[in-house]
């Protein structure tokens, strides 16, 4: 291949794969030349051909420019590969628009900025000692997990916290979780060289998130709680409870968690306020054993905060004030009732369809007769977790959690049309 044409499709799989936008300015001749180690005689050849295929225009006195003819060209490719608009998000567990009062979290985070001299420091490697003396209380009072500050670790996200488990629990090497659908730890974990189970109770590690079992939202029982941990005390496992969903619970009342119900110090708390508050704010925290703090101390200089400090110091005075609290309560009413009216409708309109609210109160469990693919309710514009379609049943779940509650009785219309023209 003549070197001209090599620097011309180098350019264009920029281009065509949305490298560079409309409008970009690519490289000039010269600063080509030189990244490319070309003559700048072989770039201008290059550049004329993508001038004559309308990819780039040259500007006097300026450059060369990606045109809008080739983000034309590219967008239109794509949009024959790309899926439908999702028009009703019953899938994701997003937030909606009515479920967190931003303006009042703006005004937090406007205080925070205000301690200029507190923001030009890194955040310790726990987090902010404020942050951590007030999930300390709220923990305590909200699910009776006694836990000194120095033994709670704040990150961004769950992911962030699990992967310095990894390097803290590293002297053990199996890990169980309780579904493969938890596809992000299970990840994780593996890329650290541990062997993964599912469901294998004898795991040096029992990864487990007792009020969100399965996608469906199933809770673990008091009765399997306490087997659990009387089980891993006596094998010396270290167990990892997620608490995730655990302010929703719709049937069922909230249930002692793990680490108030073991004796024994080897449970890991962990605990979430992109439920609470919105995905958005990604602040996450797990309360250490004793052995594996010390351990962290230890190795501190191994590890870096990576929650905003920012909305570390505005979540502590958020949580003081007491709004935390009332932030659960509003959310718990405003889910579980959308939950209950997408419910009601489900029922209104297919009277004998088999459905039914999980335990949680975020889901609604659906089983039908159904001889479609899948792909009908994403050609519709619905979003929606399917967990299986056999001889003629398809299992799912809708999450009405993100959809605006104006939009439930619209959603329930196309589930109705699709599963009648798919029985």
Not at 80 to 93: A, H, R
Not at 122 to 146: C, F, H, M, Q, T
Not at 334 to 362: F, M, R, V, W
């Amino acid at each position: 291949m003549k070197k001209y044409l090599e620097v011309y499709d180098y350019y264009k799989s920029l281009i065509i794969s949305g490298q560079y936008s409309r409008g970009d300015r690519i490289p000039s001749v010269r600063e080509t030349s030189a990244l490319l180690s070309v003559s700048r005689t072989t770039v201008q050849n290059a550049y004329f051909e993508l001038q004559a295929d309308g990819y780039i225009i040259s500007r006097p006195q300026s450059g060369y420019y990606v045109t809008d003819a080739a983000h034309e060209v590219y967008t239109d490719d794509k949009a024959e590969l790309s899926s439908p608009e999702i028009l009703y998000d019953l899938k994701s567990g997003d937030a909606d628009s009515e479920s967190f009062d931003l303006t009042l979290w703006q005004r937090y985070i406007k205080s925070a900025l205000r301690q200029k001299e507190r923001l030009l420091s890194y955040s310790l490697p726990k987090g902010e000692r404020d942050l951590r003396e007030a999930l300390s209380v709220y923990i305590r009072e909200k699910r009776n997990v006694v836990a000194s500050p120095d033994r709670i670790v704040v990150g961004a996200g769950v992911q962030a916290l699990l992967s310095i488990l990894c390097l803290l629990a590293n002297d053990k090497k199996t890990v169980s979780f309780p579904t493969d659908s938890f596809t992000q730890g299970i990840s994780l974990f593996s890329g650290h060289g541990y062997d993964v189970h599912i469901r294998d109770k004898n795991a040096d590690i029992i990864y487990v998130s007792p009020s969100h079992m399965t996608s469906y939202g199933d809770v673990m029982p008091v009765s399997r709680r306490l087997e659990l941990v009387r089980y891993s005390e006596s094998k010396g496992s270290l167990v990892i409870e997620d608490d995730f969903d655990s302010d929703f619970l719709y049937q069922s009342k909230p249930v002692p968690s793990l680490f108030a119900l073991s004796g024994a110090g080897n449970v890991i708390y962990m605990g979430s306020f992109s439920n609470v508050l919105i995905p958005g704010i990604r602040i996450s925290f797990m309360v250490l054993t004793k052995e594996l703090a010390q351990k962290f101390d230890k190795m501190q200089s191994c590890f870096a905060q990576t929650a905003s400090k920012t909305e570390q110091i505005a979540l502590c005075d958020y949580i003081r004030d007491g709004h935390i609290s009332a932030q659960t309560r509003k959310i718990r009413r405003h889910y579980t009732a959308k939950t209950k009216q997408l419910y009601e409708e489900l029922k209104a309109h297919l009277p004998s369809l088999d459905a039914k609210i999980s335990e949680n109160g975020l889901a609604i469990k659906i089983e039908a007769a159904y001889s479609g693919n899948g792909e009908e309710f994403e050609k519709a514009g619905l979003a929606v977790c399917i967990y299986g379609i056999d001889n003629g049943i398809i299992k799912l779940a809708l999450i009405p959690s993100a959809l605006e509650t104006r939009l439930i009785k619209e959603a329930v219309g196309l589930i109705k049309d699709i599963l009648q023209n798919n029985q």
